[in-house]
């Protein structure tokens, strides 16, 4: 089975820029999750749905983060404009059902460098 | 609010030694709790999660970790090591005692094995 897919799997771009990353989660997983991965910080939630509608985006660090789920099948994390304090690797995770007894399953992630 | 503390950011250990790896939690709600392993360049995948019941658990790759609620620990443990399990591991507790919500990881260790 195809587990968590993202897109693309490094990023290099320069501050000013926008950037879109992009997550298709395991079929019939109905929660979808955001994180993101730095050295000083280590991994943060971000922001997560569950059905396609966004429960928790506490986490997102400014209003130049911003996440989208417009269907079951594919979520999109957009930068507005990208700073090189953004730099970071962003994992996207799904999950099956109301309990987290269902583990998250992980993409391989996105490596985002922004010069 | 939780929290989760990774005590060694760095182990060592000889390839057929024991394997302790060590996880304090903080938890409002009764904890979920998991053990990630992340390998190079890759997403992380669950080697174990306690939700409820027995608090002896047993993970894949001959990992198992003990629940222990007077600690509030959850150290991951390997009788013998073998080189493959060279990685990083995370330890993580969900944000909430159920539903499908995100997870607070701790800063992850990275586990060396001599030969």
């Known amino acids: 089975d195809a587990g968590v897919i993202q897109s693309p799997r490094h990023e290099v771009t320069e501050m000013g820029q926008e950037v879109t990353l992009r997550c298709k989660p395991i079929?019939?997983?109905?929660?979808l999750f955001w994180y993101r991965q730095t050295m000083m910080r280590g991994l943060e939630l971000l922001i997560y749905f569950n059905n396609n509608v966004p429960i928790d985006d506490s986490g997102m660090p400014e209003d130049r983060f911003s996440a989208k789920m417009p269907n079951a099948s594919f979520s999109t994390l957009k930068i507005q404009p990208s700073e090189p304090r953004d730099s970071a690797v962003y994992f996207c995770?799904?999950?099956?059902?109301?309990?987290?007894?269902?583990?998250?399953?992980f993409g391989d992630g996105t490596r985002l460098s922004i010069l | 609010a939780q929290s989760v503390t990774q005590l060694g950011s760095h182990v060592s250990v000889s390839e057929g030694a024991l394997v302790l790896l060590r996880c304090n939690y903080s938890?409002?709600?009764?904890?979920?709790l998991f053990w990630y392993v992340q390998y190079p360049n890759q997403g992380l995948q669950l080697l174990l999660k306690?939700?409820?019941?027995?608090?002896l658990v047993k993970g894949i790759n001959g990992f198992e970790a003990e629940f222990k609620k007077s600690e509030t620990s959850f150290h991951l443990t390997k009788p013998s090591a073998h080189m493959s399990d060279a990685a990083e591991y995370f330890c993580a507790v969900s944000n909430s005692g159920g539903g499908a919500d995100g997870l607070t990881f701790g800063k992850g260790t990275h586990l060396i094995i001599q030969p």
């Open positions: 938890s409002s709600v009764p904890p979920y």
């Open positions: 306690y939700t409820t019941g027995a608090t």
């Open positions: 995770a799904s999950s099956f059902g109301q309990s987290t007894n269902q583990p998250q399953h």
């Open positions: 079929s019939g997983h109905n929660s």
